[in-house]
């Protein structure tokens, strides 16, 4: 059943091209990210559907194995990436090892640095942020029209979307020191009526360019313009009060919220037929709590797909959610 | 000849004034500099004396720049000595 119906936010801001499901663990968000690839690649739209879950379902749901291995192409218009945080963080180490080898000539990392290379590594915040740096890297470098991004559960994904925003202001900080540090070079160097330019502070550039990505990405997930999030929940009580206080916390980091999609409904029908007590009862109770859900989200909800009959993995599967979430196609 | 030797007499007047009215500036700006320099890389690299800071994803991408001062600066931020210096 298609409400005020996904296709039309999707028709009407066009300029969305960034497009992220929420919600708890296990409700499907990551075959509503399928299934939303599926759609717009059959709409002529070039898709990347990533993960940015270390324990990413993508390869599941498309029963291909992605993880580490780029973009791939799952069918025409539609690519899939799993991103290999362990593989980032080594890669990022020995990038960082060459250029001290290759600045200084020397030989051998010296053993206090090389310390220090190897705890960073081992911090627990590495693995999101290398996960994060790749996100940037994939939305800077471009060249698809649609990215969507299938989000970790709840807590953790507003860890993700907060840590745009630390790194924002800790890099604002940490460049106006340094740019303050300038100043007092250039001071100094007039003052001694230095002939020569001050060389370019590689740190300054250094720090520009982290700046200059971070808020790259930061700004596209906040803004409403390009960037739509949906909730997905289902017809539980502690799953609509857990959504209720999420939808709060996310609002506090400005992530621009489309709309809520409503998952795993069972068919009215089944109750007019001869079906069990149990069924019964679980299909009364969802009828109570959808009612709650109406009452609640109203016009904000924007599907509702029923529970399928079988798992969702392989394009046919996800073919049909697919058609229950944007209606024939 | 005589030209060089006014510039010689320029040269060592304006050192002269530079010295008596601007060495002093200069020094203080250089020190305020070198100050800084240490606040800077305690905020990146506060990691190796145990100041957690974040991100440390970051600070690698900095470390390079700041291998040479690293073995000064611990000095500096850790003059206080104790037994535990025995074991690093």
Same mark, same amino acid.
């Given at each position: 059943m298609v409400i005020i119906s996904l296709t039309t936010i999707f028709d009407q801001y066009p300029d969305r091209r960034y497009i992220m499901f929420g919600g708890k663990g296990g409700l499907g968000k990551t075959t509503f990210s399928a299934a939303t690839a599926y759609y717009l690649a059959k709409q002529g739209k070039k898709v990347l559907v990533f993960s940015v879950d270390p324990q990413a379902s993508l390869s599941d749901i498309f029963k291909q194995d992605i993880f580490g291995k780029g973009?791939?192409? #799952? *069918?025409?218009?539609?690519?899939?990436?799993?991103?290999? @945080?362990?593989?980032?963080?080594?890669? !990022?180490?020995?990038?960082?090892?060459?250029?001290?080898?290759? *600045? !200084?000539?020397?030989?051998? /990392?010296?053993?206090? /640095? =090389?310390?220090? /290379?190897?705890?960073?590594?081992? =911090?627990?915040?590495?693995?999101?942020?290398? #996960? $994060?740096?790749?996100?940037?890297?994939?939305?800077?470098?471009?060249?698809?029209?649609?990215?969507? !991004?299938?989000?970790?559960?709840?807590?953790?994904?507003?860890?993700?979307?907060?840590?745009?925003?630390?790194?924002?202001?800790?890099?604002?900080? /940490?460049?106006?020191? +340094?740019?303050?540090? +300038?100043?007092?070079?250039?001071?100094?160097?007039?003052?001694?009526?230095?002939?020569? =330019?001050?060389?370019?502070?590689?740190?300054?550039?250094?720090?520009?360019?982290?700046?200059? +990505?971070?808020?790259?990405?930061? +700004? #596209?997930? %906040?803004?409403?313009? *390009? %960037?739509?999030? $949906? $909730?997905?929940? %289902?017809?539980?009580? *502690?799953?609509?009060?857990? %959504?209720?206080?999420?939808? @709060?916390?996310?609002?506090? $980091?400005?992530?621009?919220?489309?709309?809520? #999609?409503?998952?795993?409904?069972?068919?009215?029908?089944?109750?007019d037929q001869n079906i069990p007590e149990y069924l019964k009862n679980r299909i009364t109770m969802q009828e109570h709590y959808l009612q709650v859900i109406d009452n609640r989200f109203g016009k904000q909800i924007l599907a509702r797909v029923p529970e399928m009959e079988r798992d969702v993995t392989g394009l046919d599967m996800i073919e049909k959610v697919a058609k229950e979430m944007f209606g024939n196609f | 000849m005589s030209k060089q030797k006014k510039g010689g007499l320029f040269q060592a007047i304006k050192e002269f004034v530079y010295g008596v009215a601007a060495h002093d500036s200069a020094r203080f700006a250089m020190k305020s500099r070198a100050s800084m320099e240490h606040l800077f890389i305690l905020i990146t690299m506060g990691d190796m004396l145990g100041v957690p800071i974040l991100p440390p994803y970051y600070s690698l991408r900095l470390l390079p720049y700041v291998v040479p001062q690293i073995s000064t600066w611990k000095r500096r931020m850790l003059r206080e000595k104790d037994l535990t210096d025995a074991l690093a």
């Open positions: 973009p791939t192409e #799952i *069918m025409p218009n539609l690519y899939a990436q799993e991103i290999d @945080a362990d593989k980032r963080v080594k890669a !990022y180490q020995q990038e960082i090892r060459q250029k001290i080898l290759d *600045m !200084y000539k020397m030989e051998k /990392i010296p053993e206090e /640095i =090389e310390s220090y /290379i190897q705890a960073a590594a081992a =911090e627990p915040a590495m693995e999101e942020s290398a #996960i $994060f740096d790749e996100v940037v890297d994939i939305v800077v470098k471009g060249g698809y029209d649609y990215y969507i !991004y299938d989000l970790v559960p709840l807590g953790h994904a507003l860890y993700y979307l907060s840590m745009a925003s630390v790194y924002d202001s800790w890099i604002d900080k /940490i460049t106006g020191l +340094r740019q303050q540090m +300038r100043e007092y070079d250039q001071v100094a160097a007039v003052i001694r009526r230095d002939k020569e =330019e001050l060389d370019e502070d590689a740190i300054l550039n250094e720090l520009l360019y982290i700046k200059e +990505r971070i808020n790259k990405s930061s +700004r #596209i997930l %906040t803004d409403k313009k *390009m %960037t739509a999030f $949906f $909730f997905v929940l %289902t017809a539980e009580e *502690m799953i609509i009060s857990d %959504t209720l206080k999420a939808a @709060a916390l996310f609002a506090k $980091f400005d992530v621009p919220l489309s709309g809520y #999609i409503i998952n795993r409904v069972l068919p009215a029908e089944l109750k | -």
